[in-house]
């Protein structure tokens, strides 16, 4: 029963050019959550999305940042036109439901690097 | 001011020593987390909090709703504990929107 599966675990992009982050939940959960971590600062929250719907994006960046949770495959979070700025970890948790009993389990990140 | 506060930021012990990070915020919630990250790895949830106490091993996490703070004890520390401990706290909206504290670095020397 494997875990949370984030890939790449490592990506790096030139300025420009797009960065796709996959996520792929535990086995049993639809709903997927993803966090971005910026050097030398905390975890904050981008969005929510369960299967073909997006819940709640308020913590996206309005532009250029997208993403999608596919009635099949992975989860993408998809950058577009990248820029130093996006460097970043990007985590992503899944949990079997919305309510907050069940708790969040986590993949082990992507470590974006725009170069 | 940030809505979920961690203290210390930093923290360096040795070895057998007990622990305690503390974790407080202002907003309501429906839930607090403690999560465990090592250097360059991933995150491990540690527990999930509504209320009293949870143990598991030699980690121990205590909440109060009414003060609105939480703590982190680890007893018996190991140098294998290094880590950083991260409070985050989950909105009444129970959305996944968590809301995270700065994490506290602790370091445990041989």
């Known amino acids: 029963n494997a875990g949370v599966m984030q890939n790449p675990r490592h990506l790096v992009r030139r300025r420009g050019q797009e960065a796709r982050l996959r996520c792929s939940p535990m086995?049993?959960?639809?709903?997927v959550y993803w966090y971005r971590q910026l050097p030398e600062e905390g975890l904050k929250f981008m969005v929510y999305l369960q299967k073909e719907n997006i819940i709640d994006e308020s913590g996206m960046p309005k532009e250029r940042f997208s993403a999608e949770f596919p009635k099949e495959g992975p989860s993408i979070l998809r950058i577009q036109q990248v820029v130093r700025g996006d460097s970043a970890a990007y985590f992503c948790a899944s949990s079997p439901s919305g309510t907050v009993n069940y708790g969040y389990t986590f993949g082990s990140g992507t470590r974006l690097t725009v170069v | 001011k940030n809505e979920v506060e961690q203290s210390p930021q930093n923290l360096t012990a040795q070895e057998g020593e007990f622990i305690t990070i503390n974790c407080s915020y202002s907003v309501g919630i429906s839930a607090l987390h403690w999560l465990q990250q090592h250097p360059g790895g991933g995150i491990v949830s540690l527990f999930m909090l509504s209320s009293g106490k949870k143990k598991h091993g030699r980690l121990i996490a205590t909440i109060n709703i009414q003060e609105k703070h939480s703590s982190l004890h680890i007893t018996a520390s190991h140098p294998r504990d290094s880590a950083v401990y991260i409070c985050?706290?989950?909105?009444?909206?129970?959305?996944?929107?968590?809301?995270f504290g700065q994490g506290t670095t602790l370091q445990v020397k041989p």
């Open positions: 086995k049993g959960h639809s709903h």
């Open positions: 985050a706290v989950d909105g009444s909206s129970n959305t996944g929107k968590l809301i």
